[in-house]
C-alpha cells in the first residue's frame, strides 16, 4: 500500500520528490532580502584622486595620484629646520599633506559633478604668478614647492606639464599648449611661434620642426660611447638622431600629452625604420614616453 506524503509543519523545508513511497526532504534556500537594515550603507567608491606622503631627497612630501599614476609632489620644509611658518598656497613648511588633500578633495569633488578637464587652465595673476585655474576659480598657485620627474627651468613650461598631467588622466582633455591670456588681452602665438629657450643673455628661437615618431633608450647602455665620443648617461637630457649636428638642441613635443623637454643630439639613430629620433632614459620620463614607449613627436630644432 503506498504510503500518502503528509505535510510536515517545518517551514524550512520543502518536498522535493517522492521514491518508492518515500518522502525526500530538503532544507529549502532561506529567502535573501534586498532591503538595507537602518543606518546601513553601500560601500563608497574609490577616490579618483589620492595622497601618498613620503620622503624626498630629506625633506617631507605628499604626491597626488590620479588613477593610481603619480602627477606631481609637494615639498615641505627640509628636516632640522623649524616648522611652523607660513608660506605661498597658505600652507605651513613641513607639512605637505595639506595643500595635497585639499587639491585632492577638490579634484574629486568636481570628477562627481558634470565638469570638463578642458577647463583646468595656466594663468599669470597681476603679481606674476602662475595658478592652476578651473573656471573662475585658482586651485593652487605654482611655486618651488612643486615637482614632478621632467621638472625644467622654465616654470611656464612647468606648471603647463603639470596641468596637463591633470587633464589627461582627469578627462582626457588635450594638452595646452600656453597659458590662458586675461580677458581682453591679445591672443598668445602659438608654441611652435613664440621663444622657446633663454640661453645667457641671447634668445634662442626654432630654426626648424620636424615631425615623426619617438623612441627612447638607456637600459644596458650606460657608460658606452656615443657616436659623439663621450659616455652616455641614460639619465641625461641627451638623445639620438641621423642627421642633426653633435650638440644641437631639440625640443621634442610628446603630441599624446604635450609634455616637453629639451635635449642635446649626441649620439646617431634610430636605426629602426619610421623613428625620427631616440631620446635618453631621463628625456623619455620628462616626457611621459617610458610605458608608451613610442609616440609622435615634434621636434623644435634650436640650434647649438
Do not use: C
Amino acid at each position: 500500500m503506498r504510503n500518502t506524503p503528509k505535510m510536515l509543519g517545518l517551514g524550512t523545508v520543502t518536498l522535493i520528490s517522492l521514491v518508492v513511497g518515500t518522502s525526500l526532504l530538503v532544507p529549502a534556500a532561506p529567502v535573501r532580502s534586498e532591503v538595507l537594515k537602518v543606518g546601513e550603507r553601500t560601500q563608497p567608491a574609490a577616490p579618483l584622486v589620492t595622497v601618498r606622503p613620503h620622503t624626498l631627497a630629506g625633506r617631507p612630501a605628499a604626491t597626488l595620484f590620479v588613477r593610481n599614476l603619480p602627477i606631481f609632489s609637494f615639498l615641505g620644509q627640509k628636516s632640522g629646520v623649524a616648522v611652523g611658518t607660513k608660506v605661498a598656497n597658505g600652507r605651513v613648511e613641513g607639512d605637505p599633506l595639506v595643500p595635497a588633500t585639499q587639491l585632492a578633495a577638490r579634484l574629486n569633488r568636481l570628477s562627481q559633478q558634470r565638469w570638463d578637464a578642458k577647463d583646468l587652465q595656466v594663468v599669470r595673476d597681476d603679481r606674476q604668478h602662475l595658478w592652476l585655474q578651473y573656471k573662475n576659480e585658482r586651485l593652487l598657485r605654482f611655486d618651488d614647492t612643486l615637482t614632478f620627474d621632467g621638472l625644467t627651468k622654465d616654470q611656464v613650461q612647468n606648471a603647463l606639464q603639470m596641468t596637463n598631467r591633470l587633464r589627461l588622466r582627469l578627462g582626457n582633455a588635450p594638452p595646452l599648449t600656453a597659458m590662458t591670456p586675461p580677458a581682453g588681452a591679445p591672443a598668445q602665438p602659438s608654441l611652435a611661434q613664440r621663444v622657446l629657450t633663454v640661453a645667457v643673455g641671447s634668445v634662442r628661437s626654432v630654426r626648424s620642426v620636424l615631425q615623426g615618431w619617438a623612441s627612447w633608450y638607456g637600459p644596458g647602455f650606460q657608460g658606452r660611447r656615443t657616436a659623439s665620443g663621450e659616455p652616455f648617461n641614460p639619465q641625461a637630457l641627451t638623445a639620438a638622431h641621423r642627421t642633426l649636428p653633435f650638440g644641437t638642441q631639440v625640443r621634442v613635443t610628446n603630441l599624446r600629452n604635450g609634455q616637453a623637454v629639451v635635449v642635446r643630439i649626441n649620439d646617431r639613430g634610430p636605426h629602426i625604420p619610421g623613428r625620427e629620433i631616440d631620446i635618453s632614459t631621463g628625456a623619455a620620463q620628462a616626457v611621459g614616453l617610458i610605458q608608451m614607449g613610442t609616440a609622435p613627436v615634434r621636434l623644435e630644432v634650436l640650434g647649438p
